[in-house]
């Protein structure tokens, strides 16, 4: 068969095939009279192995070596291939990505498609103050899309990074809190961490009835700080997570700071109150967490409050007693 018939037939252009031939993968069995290359049947079979090779992304010498060489085993490139592909794919789904964030911004002509990219790769720099800077100015008049902050800020380790970031997304407008709402579910504990603290940020209601949802979160620091950005926001369900932080010294000066906020509304304050006397009757709570307690009670306004007090000013533990009894004295001056 002729150069030209064997090309129709396999789908491999007649360039491609002299090609092979200079490299010696396909070398055509004869020639006619008139000096035309002739191909047989199993040159034919070798054009056809050689493309099937070539669809798994083997390089022509690659190829020429599987068929060739009889001691040559595949596993060994096959598992090469599938690394190389993987690279590849996510390589391709980065640039993607970028691809989509850009057409999210809209921007109105190349200079801004120029900024975008630029202040992308400074959120991927190396350099936390470039990472930070970039934060910073991108709420400019080309603003980072908001899916690329929501990417940084819950993966940045850095803190003044962090921050940074959680102030460009409270700036941001709305579409970050439903992105960060994923976070808040993603099997990597400082991710759910970060999340949590981003949304607290977020001066908006959508954040607020993410930040009551995250209450109920299997993760407990996802609900204590759920709780303390609640408590600034005057939101009363945080009221037994931030007494239940107050017992435990977890960033127990924030929750009774979140609890006296709360405590200004006359309809919470003896619901908190008593909340507070409900610990203290449990004859296991240790003589910090009463101490604690009593530091709590001292912005709680009301008599139930008073009377724990008075109560605790007696306590077995000297320290507890000389905390209620100083408190005591500045809710109830001469």
């Known amino acids: 068969m002729l150069i030209g018939d064997v090309a129709r037939r396999s789908g491999v252009s007649t360039r491609m095939l002299r090609h092979y031939d200079s490299l010696g993968l396909v070398r055509p069995t004869g020639r006619t009279d008139a000096g035309y290359r002739q191909y047989s049947s199993e040159d034919i079979r070798r054009i056809f192995h050689i493309e099937s090779l070539r669809s798994l992304g083997l390089s022509l010498r690659e190829v020429g070596r599987a068929l060739d060489d009889q001691g040559f085993t595949p596993s060994e490139l096959v598992d090469d291939l599938i690394r190389q592909t993987r690279e590849r794919i996510a390589a391709e789904t980065e640039l993607l990505t970028r691809l989509r964030r850009i057409g999210t911004a809209e921007p109105a002509g190349w200079e ?21 800077r970039a934060a910073l100015s991108s709420i ?35 579409g970050g809190s439903a992105l960060l709402a994923e976070g808040l579910g993603s099997p990597v504990a400082e991710v759910r961490k970060r999340a949590v603290q981003s949304i607290a940020e977020i001066p908006n209601g959508e954040a607020t009835a993410l930040l009551q949802d995250a209450l109920t979160n299997p993760d407990i620091v996802v609900r204590r700080y759920a709780a303390l950005a609640l408590g600034a926001r005057g939101v009363a369900d945080a009221v037994p997570t931030l007494i239940d932080m107050v017992v435990e010294g977890t960033n127990d000066v924030g929750a009774a700071d979140a609890l006296s ?17 409900d610990c203290l009757a449990h ?35 000297r320290a507890v007693a ?12 001469r």
């Open 112 to 132: 801004d498609v120029l900024q975008i990219v630029a202040l992308l790769q400074a959120l991927g720099s190396k350099s936390a103050g470039t990472r930070q």
């Open 140 to 174: 400019e008049e080309v603003p980072v899309p908001v899916e690329a902050l929501v990417e940084a800020a819950l993966s940045e380790t850095d803190p003044n990074v962090a921050g940074a970031l959680r102030w460009a997304l409270a700036q941001s407008g709305d």
């Open 261 to 277: 906020a709360l405590a200004s509304r006359p309809a919470l304050a003896d619901r908190i109150a008593t909340g507070l006397v």
């Open 283 to 317: 004859g296991t709570v240790e003589s910090s967490a009463r101490r604690r307690l009593a530091q709590a009670l001292a912005d709680i306004p009301g008599i139930t409050a008073s009377r724990a007090l008075a109560d605790l000013s007696h306590d077995e533990d």
């Open 322 to 333: 000389l905390t209620a009894e100083y408190i005591l004295g500045i809710r109830n001056p």
